[in-house]
């Protein structure tokens, strides 16, 4: 089963007058980087969350984000006295200096409610998180986790497809390319016959042979042909054999670009040619979509 880099869950769970929620998101990476934002989770816990993210979704960029808030809606507030004594003697200092016109009651009334809405005046108190709570994170943690993998198996559904139909249409090229074959050979041994002639040369018979099999033995492509096309095969029983074939995927995909690579080189016929441009551009899509793959 072939697995996307990319994907999303999300989950939310309800402990006493608490609801967590976790979102992940991951994209495509070349190794396991994580990173986790939460305010509330404890140091030993955040320890334990990336190793179970590492083991369940193996590598990629993976975004993390656990946040809590008060089911009720009237979570307990506090005000910090220190701090609001310090605004508050600073507003007063400010509109005494001022010298306005107005009841100091009112004024009073006015300046309370500034201080009130400055940053650190009000916070809400921050309460331990019990054993009951752990766990309800626990079973969060766990459902965005197996939605994530569900969207990844989505996803790989599709990559593999895709790429299945890109195998195809290298072989089918190739196929395509073998028809130009018979002529080939006969194209440049005359070429080579015609310049001789345009030159007025009149080489021996017999090394003229030699030189010319010698020379042709050299485009030969034949031993390409068979390379690319078990390439494709193992690229294939890769796909299906491996659990996590991304690393592997590419590296097949580079040998099928050489042997692309190579029969371009040695074509020497503008057909040939053409379809070896077809077939690097299926290889390079391949090679997007195999950077997608787990």
Do not use: W
Not at 55 to 63: A, F, P, S, T
Not at 118 to 132: H, L, Q, Y
Not at 224 to 232: D, I, M
Not at 266 to 284: F, I, P, T, W, Y
């Amino acid at each position: 089963m072939m697995l996307s880099m990319t994907g999303y869950g999300k989950s939310e769970v309800t402990s006493g007058n608490k609801k967590y929620t976790v979102e992940i998101r991951s994209l495509n990476g070349k190794s396991s980087d994580i990173s986790l934002k939460s305010s509330f989770l404890p140091k030993d816990k955040e320890l334990e969350y990336r190793q179970y993210l590492t083991r369940r979704l193996v590598r990629g960029n993976i975004d993390v984000f656990l946040t809590s808030e008060a089911v009720s809606g009237s979570e307990a507030r506090r005000i910090n006295r220190e701090v609001f004594r310090d605004y508050f003697s600073q507003m007063a200092d400010i509109v005494s200096s001022l010298e306005l016109d107005s009841k100091e009651d009112c004024m009073s009334s006015v300046l309370v409610s500034s201080v009130l809405r400055m940053p650190d005046v009000v916070s809400a108190d921050k309460e331990e998180m019990t054993d009951e709570d752990i766990s309800a994170l626990d079973r969060a943690l766990e459902e965005a986790v197996d939605a994530l993998v569900a969207f990844r198996t989505r996803e790989g559904d599709v990559l593999r497809t895709d790429l299945l139909t890109r195998v195809d249409n290298i072989e089918r090229i190739l196929a395509e390319a073998e028809v130009f074959e018979t002529e080939r050979v006969p194209a440049i041994r005359q070429k080579m016959l015609s310049r001789m002639e345009e030159l007025s040369l009149t080489p021996d018979h017999d090394r003229l042979e030699q030189e010319m099999i010698f020379y042709l033995e050299k485009l030969d492509v034949n031993e390409e042909k068979v390379r690319l096309r078990q390439h494709c095969r193992y690229f294939r029983d890769t796909m299906d054999a491996e659990e996590c074939p991304g690393k592997k995927l590419g590296f097949i995909a580079q040998e099928m670009g050489r042997e692309i690579n190579t029969l371009g080189s040695k074509s020497n016929h503008a057909g040939m040619q053409k379809c070896v441009v077809r077939m690097k551009d299926e290889l390079e899509k391949i090679k997007e979509q195999v950077l997608n793959v787990l």
